[in-house]
């Protein structure tokens, strides 16, 4: 049964029935029944809501998760990892833009953060792949968003191809804040063949390159190195950075910036 399911709302319910479809893949209505420890009907009613919500497939007996709800699903998870190392590393990164820059923002929860931490920022134009970058800033006034066309990415709110490294190589930026699904000491690498191009691209059409990656980035792996580890100008990640990666970190970086983490009492961990 999930946890104190008794003293959830329909909402509290709903979000929770949701995240078991899109982890488990097909759920079967007497089986949300006596997790949730109510009866089949409320199920039913609450399964009808998401249907209409387009948040699930319903048939005979229970549901699916729609291909909407998956990709939703990954990245908020993946945006909920690390949470606050990402945010502490965004608030350093954000400082760095000054008024009137060009700023070409890549992919990745990290780099959302920081163009999260943009509103202070006056009379600033961000070029980004990203649609979730896009969406979060269209509303303020002070920052020009260029999204740069492209094919989207399966399974992420990202845009890639030659047309995007193409629209990238009409621009010349100030600096470029990347991601990395995996940092090593020749370099910085992604798990994805076509997003490596994007990040040269971003590198080729900027004066200056940022790195913003958390910690866990160091003992992650890569198939395809995006960045050689010489072009990055400077590295931002958080101080929970092990001391064995601090040691080649600092023989190879230019310029290395560790983020100080603080708890939720305001103590440094």
């Excluded at 007497?30 to 699930?56: C, H, P, Q, W, Y």
């Excluded at 890569?222 to 040691?247: N, Q």
Aim: charged share 25%; aromatic share 4%; with cysteine.
């Amino acid at each position: 049964m999930v946890d104190s399911p008794s003293k959830m709302n329909k909402t509290e319910r709903q979000a929770s029935i949701l995240q078991l479809i899109v982890s488990e893949g097909d759920v079967s209505v007497a089986n949300l029944a006596s997790r949730f420890g109510v009866s089949e009907m409320t199920i039913r009613r609450d399964l009808s809501e998401l249907s209409e919500k387009g948040s699930i497939n319903r048939h005979h007996g229970g549901a699916m998760p729609t291909r909407e709800s998956v990709v939703g699903f990954m990245f908020r998870q993946r945006a909920e990892e690390h949470a606050v190392e990402k945010k502490a590393i965004a608030k350093i990164v954000s400082a760095m833009i000054k008024p009137g820059m060009t700023v070409g923002l890549d992919t990745g929860t990290t780099i959302l953060e920081v163009a999260k931490m943009l509103s202070a920022c006056n009379n600033i134009t961000v070029l980004t792949t990203s649609l979730s970058i896009a969406a979060a800033l269209h509303t303020l006034e002070s920052v020009e968003v260029i999204l740069l066309g492209g094919s989207m990415r399966k399974n992420s709110p990202d845009l890639m191809g030659h047309l995007t490294e193409n629209n990238i190589n009409m621009f010349h930026m100030d600096v470029a804040i990347l991601g990395a699904d995996a940092v090593m000491p020749d370099g910085a690498y992604t798990t994805d063949v076509r997003i490596a191009g994007i990040s040269r691209a971003f590198c080729k059409n900027s004066d200056k390159i940022i790195l913003a990656v958390d910690h866990s980035k160091f003992s992650a792996r890569g198939i395809i190195r995006c960045l050689d580890i010489d072009v990055i100008d400077c590295l931002v990640t958080d101080e929970l950075c092990e001391l064995s990666c601090r040691e080649w970190l600092e023989k190879k970086v230019k310029k290395i910036i560790y983020a100080p983490i603080y708890d939720e009492k305001g103590e440094k961990k």
